[in-house]
């Protein structure tokens, strides 16, 4: 999977290609396809035939970034293992092909959090013995020691939190001051009409825009409450001047000015413009309204899957992604920063590295968010999103 | 009889390539004119200066009294049947043959008359007109390509080689019926052919050209009896040239010796001769059937003696090769007989008539 | 005639032989479209697929009008499409065909580079030469020209440039083919009858290119319809085409058997507008299709 017909491309273009749905996992019809060997009960996996020069091998599912060299060539080396990559480009996405067959094939995933969780309840994942973990959690910021429920099924630990941020407004502080943005209302300002970019980024965009409606996504939602999403929505649309899926798109559109605000993004978004020193452009979180937080924290965890012929390696896999090493290159790639959920990692930042991860901001962030769950109604939310974007031309 | 078609000194290059070096030609009123010559030799591109799909570099075209520089080809009251009859594959017979009325904006009822009678004219059945050009045979293809050129009535009717793509048999049929249109319809033809022989049996007047230029223009029996060198009377069937020696020019005529000829009188009558003939090399010619065997003891004008060499049946005549004693190869075509008047291995005495010969220059 | 075999579905030989190729056909075509058709009958709740086996999924789809307002303004997108491309195709193709054809060789490698460049850098390309701040207003401005006058990227119109732009090569190509394939004396017989240049091409050039117009316009009609690039890039992703619509139904909501629903709508409606097309061009009448 790490092979394919982008994959000699300079990193910027695979970004787009990425971006743009133009990769494996993007193209529709093959995803399709994927999809009715799964219904029909094909399982592809085994076919495939990797190299094998090393004692044993497994395969990681993750997130770009999760696949540096600098974080897996020491592990490589020191366990003889050979590593093959089966890298997301949506978490619904890695997700559902997990339970398409893919569980059989990998051995870690790191994906969103919520998605992980879920590996529980679908029974793809091992449940982990928090006592196995404690010296990993032993540096951990205290939010993250378990029992952290977010990541309980049951009761049962499904996966150890890696990296974290915040979904709030994405600004230039050039253009438009922070104090502003203490609420989503400029987002509906006239006067803002074609300066607001919205992320493609399926529910990111929908739950802030929900919170400011007043309504809480994270619970159960009723009719009348859907139907003041769509409004929300609807006004939201009038002043957007483009969706955008690509984040340097969005990124270059702060920097020149064309947009005002990102909304669906975070410190993801910001943190890797602010690494190439552009400190003007910042993610902000509002305040509560109403005493209903507006800012949303999102956070990647790691899990074994159950199906793993190799539950030791993985196991030390996790570990060593979720260390003080691993963890600043993590938290400090090219593409995009964030911090991370080790604590340790914190004494290897230079004053520097602070001000791009906005390290003395993410505590305010984190006291001013809901945290991400799965929203109970997002099909029905996705649904009017499609309906209000339709409707908007 | 006045002109229809006037052509002065006209010249045509592409790029560094001559293909018309100065062609000078007037055609008359209702005539049927074929031009001939080889290959490449500029047939299609004079066509083409006269059809109005190119203009001459130099020189002027006239039709029917008025210069046609600058009038474009859909101006001029000329009509072309292209090599490749060029029918339009997407329209039906009916289409095509209406198709330069249909421009002309004459009225559908009209159309339909008019090509009701180029059908008719042409022989072809009714139940074509609805058919598309490839659901005929290559003849009916050929008469539809003559009726949509004859239907808007053209002053010129140019024909590129129309035939040549025909067989023996077909090709004809469709002479004969070429010949029978340009009674009927009364149209001046200039007919492009590389066929000597149809030329001969169809036009009024040959104009014979080379390499962009023209050799000869005359009446059929001028082309085959009077060419104007050896290139002309070698294009059309076969013929004896023999070398002779011009020794004098006189006002009559002049005075000539050959190794093989015995002469009565060794003199030439200034007609029988082509206009540039000095003294010096020249080329006696005697179209085969024109020859004769002489009798022991009969004379004529002019003999020579030769030996049969070969002997075929060519259907109506016989045709035999013999040889002079100075080594020349001669034909001679008799009408076939029952009782053959020589034999392989013959010693035979040829006699000739001296008003059939024709004398000219020796050419590069 | 005596030992000529009967060849009918019952001759074993012949089934033996045409296994292979009947098993292909239906492992590569149909069997994905009948699976296709099944999913459809299915439900998805929560991201999960759920084997309900009911009408949930097309009540859904007829009954939500945004999904056909999305169709038929992808229906729009590529009619438009194909009807630029073709214009701006034709003179070129034209051109080509005729005043270059010394150049032939030279042109036909270059149409073969037009295909295979990557689409995707173009379109961002023609995304960062429209911005606001992109090139074009740049260039403008530096002549003295107001600021931002070329403001039309993220619209339908923006959308349109890019798909013309990667699609029109295909409308040059078969319509060069078809063009290069039209006998010169044909044009010749069409002025020789009497027709002017415009008439000619009316009358003679235009009815032979149907091949190559209907060539042209069916990929460039499938290719529109299945175009998400250009209307993300470009459009800003503000009026998603049929394409794009899918695929956030796939991905993003992970709603398969809608998905598959919405996929077949699109394949149906599609396959309509070619037959009907076909018919209207007449391409059956002048026998031109083989
Ligand atoms: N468009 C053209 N460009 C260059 N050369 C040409 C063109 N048309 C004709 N020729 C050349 O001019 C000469 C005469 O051609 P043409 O008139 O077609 O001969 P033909 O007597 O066989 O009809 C040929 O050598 C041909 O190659
Ligand atoms: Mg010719």
Same mark, same amino acid.
Request: net charge neutral; with cysteine; hydrophobic share 45%.
């Given at each position: ?21 133009? =990769? ?18 094909? @399982? ?55 339970? @398409? ?26 449940? *982990? ?110 002043? !957007? ?12 559109? /702060?920097? =020149? ?38 800012? &949303? ?97 | ?23 000078? *030609? ?8 074929? /031009? ?64 330069? *009325? ?92 590389? =066929? ?25 029996? =001028? ?18 040239? /023999? ?73 109506? !005549? ?47 | ?105 030279? &042109? ?27 090139? @074009? ?70 009815? *032979? ?54 996929? /077949? ?26």
């Amino acid at each position: 999977m790490t092979k394919s017909w982008y994959s000699d491309l300079p990193q910027y273009y695979q970004r787009q290609i990425k971006a743009a749905g133009l =990769d494996e996992a993007g193209l529709t019809r093959r995803r399709l396809l994927k999809g009715m060997a799964a219904t029909a009960g094909v @399982a592809m996996a085994g076919l495939s035939s990797r190299p094998s020069q090393a004692a044993s091998q497994m395969t990681y599912m993750c997130w770009e970034g999760y696949n540096d060299p600098r974080i897996i060539d020491p592990f490589r080396k020191a366990n003889d293992v050979e590593i093959a990559f089966d890298l997301i480009v949506d978490s619904p996405g890695g997700f559902a092909k997990l339970q @398409a067959g893919a569980s059989r094939e990998v051995d870690l995933v790191s994906s969103d959090m919520p998605w992980i969780t879920r590996l529980g309840p679908a029974g793809l994942a091992q449940e *982990l013995n928090p006592a196995d973990y404690a010296d990993v959690y032993a540096t951990f910021y205290d939010q993250f020691k378990p029992p952290f429920e977010p990541l309980l099924n049951e009761g049962k630990t499904i996966g150890v939190a890696t990296r974290w941020g915040w979904v709030g407004p994405c600004v230039n502080t050039d253009l438009t001051k922070p104090e502003i943005w203490k609420s989503y209302d400029p987002v509906f300002d006239d006067a803002n009409k074609g300066k607001i970019c919205v992320m493609d980024w399926g529910d990111w965009p929908i739950l802030p825009m929900a919170l400011h409606a007043g309504i809480d996504p994270y619970q159960e939602l009723d009719q009348n409450a859907l139907e003041e999403t769509r409004k929300v929505l609807r006004a939201m649309f009038k002043n !957007t001047r483009t969706l955008v899926a690509d984040l340097t798109q969005a990124q270059k559109g /702060l920097l =020149d000015g064309s947009l005002l605000g990102c909304i669906g993004a975070g410190s993801y978004l910001t943190s890797a413009v602010r690494k190439q020193g552009h400190k003007n452009i910042i993610a902000v979180v509002p305040e509560p309204k109403n005493g209903l937080k507006q800012g &949303i924290i999102w956070v990647e965890a790691t899990a074994i899957l159950k199906d793993t012929d190799q539950p030791e390696l993985a196991q030390k896999l996790l570990k060593h992604v979720v260390s003080k090493e691993s963890g600043h290159v993590l938290s400090l790639l090219d593409s995009t920063c964030n911090v991370v959920t080790n604590k340790a990692v914190e004494a290897l930042y230079t004053p520097e590295e602070r001000d791009i991860l906005q390290a003395d901001y993410m505590w305010t962030a984190w006291d001013n968010s809901q945290m991400h769950r799965i929203a109970p109604n997002i099909d029905d939310m996705l649904a009017i999103w499609q309906e209000e974007l339709a409707a908007a031309q | 009889m006045t002109a229809i078609l006037d052509i002065q000194d006209v010249r045509k290059s592409y790029g560094s390539y001559a293909a018309l070096k100065g062609v000078s *030609l007037s055609v008359n009123q209702g005539e049927f004119i074929a /031009l001939v010559g080889p290959s490449g030799c500029g047939k299609t591109t004079l066509l083409k200066q006269i059809a109005g799909f190119e203009e001459p570099d130099t020189g002027r075209i006239a039709i029917a009294g008025a210069d046609m520089a600058g009038v474009p080809a859909a101006k001029r009251p000329t009509s072309m049947v292209f090599q490749k009859l060029a029918l339009f594959p997407h329209m039906t017979v009916a289409e095509n043959i209406g198709f330069p *009325l249909k421009l002309r904006r004459t009225d559908t009822a009209e159309i339909k008359k008019r090509v009701g009678q180029m059908i008719e004219l042409m022989q072809l059945k009714g139940e074509y007109l609805t058919r598309y050009p490839r659901q005929l045979s290559g003849g009916e293809q050929q008469r539809v390509a003559l009726a949509r050129s004859m239907v808007s009535a053209p002053k010129l009717l140019l024909l590129d080689e129309p035939l040549s793509a025909l067989d023996v048999k077909l090709k004809k049929v469709l002479q004969a019926e070429l010949k029978r249109l340009h009674r009927s319809v009364g149209v001046t033809f200039v007919h492009v052919t590389h =066929d000597l022989e149809e030329a001969m049996m169809l036009a009024d007047r040959i104009c014979v050209m080379r390499d962009g230029a023209i050799l000869q223009l005359g009446t059929p029996a =001028d082309i085959y009896y009077r060419p104007a060198g050896s290139f002309v009377s070698g294009f059309i069937g076969e013929t004896n040239l /023999l070398p002779i020696t011009i020794s004098e020019r006189t006002s009559s005529g002049l005075i000539y010796q050959a190794a093989d000829i015995v002469d009565t009188d060794g003199r030439i009558a200034a007609d029988l001769v082509a206009g540039k003939v000095a003294k010096g090399p020249a080329l006696l010619m005697l179209r085969p059937e024109l020859l004769r065997v002489l009798p022991p003891g009969e004379t004529a004008d002019g003999a020579i003696a030769a030996e049969v060499t070969e002997m075929f049946g060519k259907g109506g !005549t016989v045709q035999y090769r013999a040889r002079t004693p100075g080594g020349q190869m001669l034909v001679v075509e008799i009408p076939g007989t029952s009782s053959l008047p020589m034999r392989i291995g013959d010693k035979v005495r040829l006699g000739f008539t001296k008003k059939d010969i024709y004398v000219f220059g020796v050419e590069a | 005639m005596a030992d000529e075999v009967p060849r009918s579905w019952r001759d074993p030989d012949l089934l033996i032989k045409a296994l292979p190729t009947v098993l292909l056909q239906t492992t590569c075509f149909l069997a994905p479209l009948v699976m296709t058709f099944l999913l459809t009958f299915q439900r998805s709740r929560n991201f999960q697929l759920q084997w309900s086996w009911d009408l949930w999924t097309w009540t859904d789809v007829f009954s939500k009008p945004h999904y056909w307002t999305i169709l038929g303004h992808t229906i729009f997108m590529a009619a438009a499409t194909v009807a630029i491309c073709l214009i701006i195709a034709f003179p070129i193709a034209y051109g080509l065909a005729t005043r270059f054809k010394a150049w032939e060789n030279e &042109i036909k490698v270059l149409i073969t580079f037009a295909f295979i460049t990557d689409a995707t850098l173009k379109i961002y390309g023609w995304a960062l030469f429209l911005d606001k701040n992109g090139m @074009a207003n740049y260039a403008l401005s530096s002549i003295g020209l107001p600021p931002e006058m070329v403001a039309f990227l993220y619209t339908d119109w923006a959308t349109l440039l890019g798909m013309v732009y990667s699609l029109s090569a295909f409308a040059i190509f078969t319509l060069y083919l078809s063009i290069s394939n039209i006998d010169r004396s044909l044009i010749l017989a069409a002025y020789d009858a009497g027709a002017g240049k415009f008439r000619a091409h009316w009358e003679v050039t235009l009815p *032979l290119c149907k091949p190559g117009i209907w060539a042209g316009s069916v990929l460039i009609f499938l290719l529109s319809v299945g175009a998400f690039l250009e209307p993300k890039v470009l459009g800003g992703g503000k009026s998603p085409m049929s394409a794009e619509l899918i695929r956030q139904t796939f991905e993003t909501r992970v709603n398969w058997p809608l998905g598959a629903a919405l996929t /077949l709508v699109l394949m149906v409606v599609s396959v309509f507008i070619v037959l009907l097309f076909s018919r209207l061009i007449g391409l059956k009448r002048a026998g031109l299709a083989a």
